[in-house]
């Protein structure tokens, strides 16, 4: 048997370690949560409890828009998966389900995460994974201020919403203004933002009352209201305690305009609502999902060859989330990484999104400022 010399074993040698430092190197380069042929990224939200109908909306638009272009071949070869795990707007269950994620899912990135209280709590397991948070759909300022490099929202604010509301009661004198505020980090949030804008216009509010998040005390809370005999009441609530609140107080003040913010817009609080939500003013953060809009127009085709009827402001947002974290990625290219898909988060400017404007920055990680105002009519849609 003929014995190789020492340099075939060298050369042998050599391509083999060549090979093995080839097989690090690009195992070094992956990035966590993508492969050559998916982006898995994660989310946790409420699909039960107090926000079913706000989340069961919100990831209704984000599946519609990520199955279509998972159809169409992906964003740059890649397709999008997401798991989704339930919180019950339990900001405990929302730890636990990030923990999940990161850890044992592996994802990407978090997407789309629901409500004030969730994405408070998940605040430090984003820090510390270094984790990027696209679009958490609250307009809370605990996720704007100050600017987090990990964190992108792109709805406008609670702040900017409740600006829009009270500049316009300013502006037709019902300055005798009483709130209703959810019990919770969402209610005292907006309720902060009113009093600053009301300082600012040099108002004061008439009386500030807070109602349980399940709605337990929606009758006392009326009461309190009533008394007041206010020109306006604006609501800071979400679900069963907007409801709840709503069907009181029309019982004792039937003709007093009722204010609220986007946090309420989802179609089951509207239908719970029946004939007691006809005129209830409601400040919204995308455009009409009825409207002529490019990007609306789209959502409408979208949703039709999927034979969804169900049209809604929320379904719209998360559909207009997934639309634009899918263009960040195809702007970052086939080298996908956090980082760099920060960095070009940060360089999109003035990116129309279908007749909605969506900018970003390094000081300025929220993509929109929109607010408009409908009112909810006879038929428990909204109209202008």
Known sequence: MRIPSLSKFSIVAKLITGALITTLSMAARAEVGVSESEILIGQTL?????????????????????????????VNGRKINIIVLNDNYDPKLGIANVEQLINTEKVFALFDVAGTAVNSAILPQITQADIPLFFPSTGASVVRNPTNRQIFTLRASYAQETSKLVNYLATVHQNKIVVVYQNSAFGKDCLASLDKEMTRLGLKTTLAVPVENDGSNADQAAAKVAQADPQALILFTTGKPTVDVVHSFRHVLSATPIYTISAMGDTSSIKDLGADGIGVSVSSVVPSPWGFAPVVREYQATMAAAGNKNLSYYSLEGYLNAKVFVEAIRRTGHDLTRQKLISTMENISDLDAGGFAVSFGKQNHQGSSFVDVAVIGTNGRFTR
């Open 46 to 74: 409420g699909l039960t409890g107090t926000m079913a109908g706000r989340a069961g909306e919100l990831r209704e638009g984000e599946k519609l828009y990520f199955d279509y272009i998972n159809a169409h071949g992906g």
